[in-house]
């Protein structure tokens, strides 16, 4: 899916056009734009013109050697780059499930227990209080850890929700990457955002693609407000939006919040 937004540094904006006009800062901001959808600015500059909705000026051309902003096309291969990188991380986990989804343990690390000293020959003791007996050590093919209601051994319960709270710290990144915001990691944030990860069938690269489609639907309208954690993964609208990820973004549809 195309990344419909890319960051924007204000401070090396305001710095590498503080010499143009307002228009030549117009023109600049809608051919980045264009460049951004359709990878570069067309060779006619009539059609580059009219893209900009005035006559471009030499500052602003120089901009776009070859019909290209550079650091236009940086910005792209971070985000790949990043999608690459989540998208990996997201399949480890798949198959990470897949692996330890069977209830059945291996076997730990037998222990080391002090052999008992050897008796002559035994014989019940004398004194009624309960006294100690040999540890007895089940054979390493038979020894098992102990294993909680759930199925799951703890270590392993631990490890995937270590795992849910690093996966929502990524994705709270790739919304504020997205949308332009600036939402931080407190526990209210990632919380809600570990319980979606928990629910059934839903996953990390699945969430990404929800992101990207709401912003695709509301960036730029009045339902922008809403592309916020407690919005997109408060539990009464997150399987509405999940379940939609895959759909195409309709000119109709931009702007609905429901």
């Not at 117009?26 to 600015?41: D, I």
């Not at 901009?63 to 991380?89: A, C, H, L, T, V």
Request: glycine share 6%; net charge neutral.
């Amino acid at each position: 899916m195309k990344a419909p937004a890319f960051q924007f540094y204000a401070d090396d904006f305001i710095g590498g056009t503080v010499c143009f006009t307002a228009e030549d800062v117009g023109a600049y901001m809608r051919l980045l734009c264009f460049q951004w959808g359709n990878g570069a600015l067309p060779a006619k500059k009539e059609l580059v013109n009219r893209i900009a909705g005035c006559v471009v000026s030499d500052d602003v051309m120089a901009k776009f050697p070859q019909g290209i902003n550079p650091r236009m096309e940086k910005e792209r291969e971070k985000q790949r780059i990043y999608r690459e990188q989540q998208s990996n991380k997201g399949k480890a986990s798949a198959e990470a499930r897949r692996n330890h989804g069977s209830t059945a343990v291996q076997p730990s690390r037998q222990p080391e227990v002090n052999s008992p000293s050897p008796s002559p020959s035994p014989s019940p003791s004398p004194s009624p209080s309960p006294s100690p007996s040999p540890i007895s050590v089940p054979d390493s093919d038979s020894f098992k850890p102990e294993i909680p209601a759930t199925g799951q051994a703890p270590h392993d319960a631990q490890r995937k929700k270590v795992l849910r709270r690093e996966n929502a710290k990524m994705l709270l990144d790739f919304l504020n990457e997205t949308a332009g915001r600036s939402f931080r990691a407190t526990d209210t944030n990632l919380d809600l955002i570990v319980a979606r990860l928990s629910e059934p069938d839903v996953t990390p690269e699945g969430c990404e693609g929800m992101i990207e489609r709401q912003v695709a639907l509301w960036k730029g309208t009045e339902t922008e407000e809403y592309l916020q954690p407690s919005t997109l993964f408060g539990k009464q609208k997150f399987g509405g939006y999940y379940d939609k990820r895959d759909l195409p973004v309709k000119l109709e549809t931009k702007g609905n919040c429901l």
